[in-house]
């Protein structure tokens, strides 16, 4: 039986998120997905019947599931291991897209959303802030962190690879992202007690 050449659902929810994490949610228009994702527009429009605000919360869903998946899995070899994981993520990242492509979950962030309304899409990049903080924060307190100091590591964990990763975009270089690793595994290793 031959392949369908329809491009299925998840590569055009895979391309909408890398295309928010290049230009930003504004930016990304149902037919600029489409054609960034190689499928016909009629497919997306198929796909996502709600049009830009459905594809858009998918996709932050898919990025941010994403990242959950890798951090959770790394995070099996202990804090710093996870983090350093984590970081070592976002770096392939930028420096693969030569400084174009950050994270979607940011980019959904940071833009302004309509006036007297909480898009989807901007809840669910809540959503994943608050999965990478939990996860996060349940590491720290199994390696020994005290469980009040635990959320807060992991805020400023979340906070400054985010930053970093809007930093690494601006300068074209990975420096940012290099500077704050080594910030954030001397200060874990600090909070579990361990030589940095």
Known sequence: MAKSSTPSRERIVAG??????RRGLNAASIREVAKHAKAPLGSTYHYFPEGKRQLA???VRYGGEAVARILQKE???GPVA???AFLGLWRGIVVKSDFRAGCPVLAVSVEEPPDGEIPPALVAAAEAFDTW???LTESLCEHG???ERAPELAALVVAAVEGAIAMCRAQRSAQPLDR????LEAVLAGALGRPA
């Open 16 to 21: 909408a998120a890398d295309l928010i994490s």
């Open 57 to 59: 919360t998918e996709a």
């Open 75 to 77: 995070l099996e070899a």
């Open 82 to 84: 996870g983090v350093r």
């Open 133 to 135: 903080q939990r996860l």
């Open 145 to 147: 962190t005290a469980p």
């Open 180 to 183: 704050v690793a080594r910030q």
